[in-house]
């Protein structure tokens, strides 16, 4: 018996994920979260915007190493954003979600779980719990 022949995937997938959102740290913890934006760059041509939140000090320039030593030829956004009086990285993360209207939202978690998670404000605990859109948390 013949087996019929799979046409290259439709990729519906591109349709549900244009406009993504990766939250990122200066640290070579982030290098997971910038190579899944680049696969969903590559293979579903998503627009990426890179998101760094300055807490303290301004570490901007070790952002843009850490992008340019793990993008390669991508083409994406970088915002910098400073934190206001109050506010704390998972609320500056949401405000950015609603305002940039994003279709997935890429976050590595820093290894905390479940109660623990809660208690500890895990940054992607509370932007699964409250973004507006999808989350793809790594792990």
């Known amino acids: 018996m013949e087996r019929d022949m799979v046409d290259e995937p439709s990729y519906k997938l591109a349709y ?3 406009k993504v959102l990766v939250p ?3 640290d070579e913890k982030s290098q997971i979260a910038i190579e899944v934006a680049r696969d969903f760059y590559t293979r579903y041509g998503s627009r990426i915007t890179f998101l760094y939140i300055v807490e303290d000090n ?3 320039k070790e952002i ?3 992008l340019s030593k793990y993008t390669g ?3 994406y956004e970088l915002k910098v954003e ?3 009086e109050g506010e704390t990285v998972a609320s500056a ?3 950015e979600i609603k305002k940039g209207m994003y279709d997935l939202v890429i976050v590595e978690s820093r290894g905390r779980t479940g109660v623990e998670a809660l208690l ?3 940054v992607s605990t509370a932007i699964a719990l409250s973004a507006p859109t999808s989350v793809l948390i790594l792990r």
């Open 16 to 18: 549900r994920f244009r």
């Open 24 to 26: 990122i740290t200066p």
């Open 58 to 60: 301004d570490r901007s």
């Open 64 to 66: 843009s190493q850490l």
């Open 73 to 75: 030829s991508m083409i």
């Open 82 to 84: 400073r934190l206001k």
């Open 93 to 95: 993360i949401l405000e």
């Open 120 to 122: 500890y404000n895990s």
